[in-house]
């Protein structure tokens, strides 16, 4: 089954504006080392494009946490699919994660994360989905704010299809 896909941010603009993120962070942890934590499977695709724009000693690990839904809707329910395999106590923390939508995955993630004590903690979103939020929960940096609309590519699946596309897009019909 082929679905026809809207493109809404064109390769082009997604590439620069993580190439902008990345020389923000940069500046904003001048002279200090950065543990960055990329949620899967979704934020793969971007944290590995930011980790590259960003100029200073970096670690990179991964973690997986699994909402329970239906594809397209989050329930709230929450559960750890894989932990990181490092420890982040003390660490300058940034956790990388595809879109923030309800906010519930991440303030879960957060909470998790927090009570590791690292040094820092912060939250970079490829995307925010602000008009759907039900928790309070605020990207330190942000892509791109999208409508609410099921976006696909730049790592985002629909039914694990679609990850690669190298633009972010919107699932309009099934044909
Ligand atoms: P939240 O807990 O914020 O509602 O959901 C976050 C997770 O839901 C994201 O990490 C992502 O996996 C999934 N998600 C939310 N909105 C979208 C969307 O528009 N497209 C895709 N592909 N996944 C989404």
Do not use: W
Not at 110 to 135: G, H, Q
Not at 143 to 169: C, K, M, S
């Amino acid at each position: 089954m082929n679905h026809k896909i809207r493109e809404l941010l064109s390769e082009e603009e997604v590439d620069n504006r993580i190439r902008q993120l990345g020389e923000q962070i940069t500046k904003d942890y001048e002279g200090e080392e950065i543990f960055l934590v990329c949620t899967l499977k979704g934020a793969s695709f971007f944290a590995c494009e930011l980790a590259k724009r960003i100029a200073l000693p970096l670690t990179l690990d991964f973690i997986a946490v699994a909402s329970y839904g239906d594809g397209t809707q989050s329930s709230g329910e929450v559960r750890m699919i894989k932990d990181l395999d490092e420890s982040i106590e003390g660490k300058n923390v940034i956790v990388v994660e595809d879109i923030v939508d309800t906010g519930r995955t991440l303030s879960y993630l957060m909470e998790i994360l927090k009570k590791r004590n690292p040094r820092t903690l912060k939250l970079c979103s490829l995307l925010d989905k602000p008009e759907r939020r039900v928790v309070d929960i605020q990207a330190d940096y942000t892509g791109f704010e999208v409508p609410d609309l099921f976006v696909v590519g730049y790592g985002l699946d629909y039914a694990q299809r679609y990850r690669n596309l190298p633009y972010i897009g919107v699932v309009e019909s099934e044909g």
